[in-house]
Nanobody
Framework: QVQLVESGGGLVQAGGSLRLNCAASGSIFRINAMGWYRQAPGKQRELVAGITRVGSTNYADSVKGRFTISRDNAKNMVYLQMDSLKPEDTAVYYC??????????????WGQGTQVTVSS
């Protein structure tokens, strides 16, 4: 099994910055794609940013130019630097990873989520 634990959420004023961290642990053989999703109250969960193992990235249009995703393969970590935050960025942010365990079982894993609240 693979466990994902997010940290770094909180309350920030509009225009401010936050950095989210996600640590993967467990019976990991290899982590392939990783990403950050978010879910605001009454809305569906949506992809915010994704990154492949070799560092190719993609972003939702709403966060392009403001958010930056990165990862450290040696530490099994993924990060989301969020700048110029807006009230509409308020949501629970979830870390996601596509991973292979030491038994070579592939799966998609989720963290428990971290709250980001941006005040106007």
């Amino acid at each position: 099994q693979v466990q994902l634990v997010e940290s770094g959420g909180g309350l920030v004023q509009a225009g401010g910055s936050l950095r989210l961290n996600c640590a993967a642990s467990g019976s990991i053989f290899r982590i392939n794609a990783m990403g950050w999703y978010r879910q605001a109250p009454g809305k569906q969960r949506e992809l915010v940013a994704g990154i492949t193992r070799v560092g190719s990235t993609n972003y939702a249009d709403s966060v392009k130019g403001r958010f930056t995703i990165s990862r450290d393969n040696a530490k099994n970590m993924v990060y989301l630097q969020m700048d110029s935050l807006k009230p509409e960025d308020t949501a629970v942010y979830y870390c996601n990873a596509e991973a292979e365990t030491v038994n070579l079982v592939r799966g998609r894993y989720w963290g428990q989520g971290t709250q980001v609240t941006v005040s106007s």
